[in-house]
């Protein structure tokens, strides 16, 4: 199976992102695509008002997925946010959303478990957690979600994997900072390899390329998205700009990993 990610750089111009989404949907369509995966907060980039730009637009940003996946008869999957109200709390706070649209419209939405509250960043403030997996299936391939700093956590993938999932995507806004780059290529390597599925890992373009003196700390984007196999292989792996990466996926690699390499039938208590 052919699949595409689209390392955009996305901003708070919401309009201007939409956009965005249509050029490199149809752009991964023409290179055969059969499922194009975009990062985490494709919608509108961290910062300001979430729950203002989700009450706003995310009605508007679903409809433009969901039509995309529909005219080109393939899967899209991106990055949001959806406005809670909490009844025993006065803040309003978002959910990390990763929606899914397949080829007839049909909508899986992924809340984002694991929040970023690290790094001096306290993701929890704003943002309301999930609970549960969801997989979608293209072309017969299960292929669970994640959101960024989910892939630490290698239990969400090891159940993904007990689920049947033969990939995985991670959609991120990767902080940089030092070290960062190579903890999300270690990470998302190791998730492959412990887990016996593909990693597809889909993080924002890096805003420093258009702006040394931005604060690459901040959950904007580092570049690197990359698709690793079963055993651990890098298929392809972008640099720090926008691109579309185009990698096509052997899934008897799932099989054959679990056969000489069966991490996840030998782990004991869970673990």
Same mark, same amino acid.
């Given at each position: ?54 009450? !706003? ?8 997925? %969901? ?35 397949? !080829? ?25 957690? /999930?609970?549960?997996?969801?997989? #979608? ?5 299960? #292929? ?24 995985? #995507? ?6 940089g900072g030092e070290g960062k780059v190579e903890q999300w290529q270690i990470l998302t390597s190791a998730r492959a390899?412990?887990?016996n599925m593909f990693i597809l890992a889909a993080d924002q373009a890096s805003p420093a390329v258009s702006d040394p003196?931005?604060? #690459?700390?901040?959950?904007? %984007? ?14 392809? !792996? ?17 099989? !054959? ?12 208590? /869970?673990?």
């Amino acid at each position: 199976m052919k699949i595409a990610l689209c390392q955009i750089q996305s901003t708070k111009d919401i309009s201007a992102n939409l956009r965005l989404l249509r050029e490199y949907t149809e752009a991964a369509v023409s290179k055969g695509a059969r499922l194009v995966v975009f990062p985490e907060a494709s919608m509108v980039s961290f910062g300001g008002s979430l729950y203002d730009d989700a009450a !706003q637009h995310e009605l508007s940003f679903r409809q433009t997925l %969901g039509n995309l996946a529909r005219e080109h008869c393939v899967t899209v999957v991106a990055g949001g946010f959806a406005p809670v109200q909490l009844s025993d709390e006065w803040n309003l706070r978002v959910h990390n959303n990763l929606y899914a649209f397949d !080829q007839n419209g049909v909508e899986t939405v992924y809340t984002k478990v694991h929040l970023y509250d690290a790094f001096g960043v306290k993701e929890s403030d704003g943002v309301k957690a /999930g609970k549960e997996l969801k997989l #979608i299936t293209v072309d017969g391939v299960k #292929i669970g979600l994640a959101i960024c700093y989910d892939v630490r956590f290698p239990k969400l993938f090891a159940d993904y994997s007990r689920a049947g999932a033969q990939a995985t #995507i991670v959609s991120a806004s990767w902080a940089g900072g030092e070290g960062k780059v190579e903890q999300w290529q270690i990470l998302t390597s190791a998730r492959a390899l412990d887990s016996n599925m593909f990693i597809l890992a889909a993080d924002q373009a890096s805003p420093a390329v258009s702006d040394p003196r931005v604060d #690459i700390t901040q959950p904007l %984007g580092v570049g690197y998205s990359r698709v690793v196999s079963p055993f651990g292989r890098t298929l392809v !792996q972008a640099g720090e700009a926008p691109e579309v990466l185009i990698a096509e996926l052997d899934v008897g690699e799932v099989a !054959q990993a679990k056969k000489t390499l069966p991490v996840v039938e030998h782990a004991k208590l /869970g673990y």
